[in-house]
Nanobody, 122 residues
Framework: VQLQASGGGLVQPGGSLRLSCAPS????????MGWYRRAPGKQRELVAS???????SHASAVKGRFTISRDNAKNTVYLQMNSVQPEDAAVYYC?????????????????WGKGTLVTVSS
C-alpha cells in the first residue's frame, strides 16, 4: 500500500488549491488521516487531521483558511486551501493510519505519502 498525493502546484497569494490523497491497493479500513507540511529550513508540522468519524483539527496558522475532509467510501482525504499565503509554501505530506488483514489478524500502521509541492508566487 502506498499513499498517493496530488493537487500541489503553483498558486498565487490569495488563491486556492485542493490536495487529495488516497492509498493505492486494498485496505481494511483507515482511522486518522492528516496533512503535514515541511517548509524549507523548518521542521515538519501538522496542518490538519481528521478522524474516521469526521472530527477535525486544524493548526492555528491555517484555521479559517484550510479545511480537511475525507470520503470514507473512496478512502480519500482532502485539504482545501483557500487564501493561500507565501508562508504556506511547503512540501505537503499526507498521513494515514491504515488497517490491513494479515493472516487473519487486523494490523494497523502509519503510512506517509511522498509529498506534493505547493509553491506560492505571483
Amino acid at each position: 500500500v502506498q499513499l498517493q498525493a496530488s493537487g500541489g502546484g503553483l498558486v498565487q497569494p490569495g488563491g486556492s488549491l485542493r490536495l487529495s490523497c488516497a492509498p493505492s491497493g486494498g485496505v481494511f479500513g483507515i482511522n486518522n488521516m492528516g496533512w503535514y507540511r515541511r517548509a524549507p529550513g523548518k521542521q515538519r508540522e501538522l496542518v490538519a487531521s481528521i478522524s474516521r468519524s469526521g472530527a477535525t483539527s486544524h493548526a492555528s496558522a491555517v484555521k479559517g483558511r484550510f479545511t480537511i475532509s475525507r470520503d470514507n467510501a473512496k478512502n480519500t482525504v482532502y485539504l482545501q486551501m483557500n487564501s493561500v499565503q507565501p508562508e504556506d509554501a511547503a512540501v505537503y505530506y499526507c498521513h494515514a493510519e491504515i488497517q490491513k488483514m494479515n493472516l487473519g489478524i487486523l494490523e494497523q500502521r502509519d503510512y506517509w505519502g511522498k509529498g506534493t509541492l505547493v509553491t506560492v508566487s505571483s
